[in-house]
T-cell receptor, first 117, second 113 residues
Framework: DGGITQSPKYLFRKEGQNVTLSCEQN?????MYWYRQDPGQGLRLIYY???????QKGDIAEGYSVSREKKESFPLTVTSAQKNPTAFYLC????????????????FGEGSRLTVL | GNSVTQMEGPVTLSEEAFLTINCTYT??????LFWYVQYPGEGLQLLLK?????DKGSNKGFEATYRKETTSFHLEKGSVQVSDSAVYFC????????????FGQGTRLTINP
């Protein structure tokens, strides 16, 4: 079955450590996204990528980094510069056609919960 | 910029009650509108969508109509079940813009038997 796989589901980090969250999709989607979810604040966009080897900052990119070396993969690194990294992280993807009409529907993974000790 | 405002929660109803969750938006261009649902500990699932004015999205007994004149996309269900307990997110995508979804803050719904 096609879908988006995030790992790990739960992750604990000590202060000052970098951690990388994995996101893999087999939907053949061009665009991929990382959102952060905090209680009562909805989802906020961290980074997104519409094509391999290219990505853009979202609304809260500070303290995060990404790469997009393959179409299927969009890992997110939470660096030690991120002041409050404890949150639920959601990866998503969508089909994207440059210059065409896109309805914007996102497909989400199950999420990764990061806790800083 | 584009934004979505949802009715604040939490919302608690009894089984078989009528549900309305309000959603209004601010956007340039002609956005597509969505409702997503999140069950505890899971990612988001698309519940329904509408891509142009006056479209009605529907799924699993839920409905929402894209109202351009009132910039609204309210979610309704005639008779809720305990299994509908979840967090509901309204979202928009401006397909002429940066091709990203903007979400409301979410509304937590609890249905009591």
């Amino acid at each position: 079955d096609g879908g988006i796989t995030q790992s790990p589901k739960y992750l604990f980090r000590k202060e000052g450590q970098n951690v990388t969250l994995s996101c893999e999709q087999n939907l053949n989607h061009d665009a991929m996204y990382w959102y952060r979810q905090d209680p009562g604040q909805g989802l906020r966009l961290i980074y997104y990528s519409q094509i391999v080897n290219d990505f853009q900052k979202g609304d809260i990119a500070e303290g995060y980094s990404v790469s997009r070396e393959k179409k299927e993969s969009f890992p997110l690194t939470v660096t030690s510069a991120q002041k409050n990294p404890t949150a639920f992280y959601l990866c998503a993807s969508r089909a994207y056609k440059a210059g065409g009409r896109n309805t914007g529907e996102l497909f989400f993974g199950e999420g990764s919960r990061l806790t800083v000790l | 910029g584009n934004s979505v405002t949802q009715m604040e929660g939490p919302v608690t109803l009894s089984e078989e009650a009528f549900l309305t969750i309000n959603c209004t938006y601010t956007a340039t261009g002609y956005p597509s509108l969505f409702w997503y649902v999140q069950y505890p500990g899971e990612g988001l699932q698309l519940l329904l969508k509408a891509t142009k004015a006056d479209d009605k999205g529907s799924n699993k007994g839920f409905e929402a109509t894209y109202r351009k004149e009132t910039t609204s996309f309210h979610l309704e269900k005639g008779s809720v079940q305990v299994s509908d307990s979840a967090v509901y997110f309204c979202a928009l995508s401006d397909w002429q813009g940066a091709q990203k979804l903007v979400f409301g803050q979410g509304t937590r719904l609890t249905i009591n038997p």
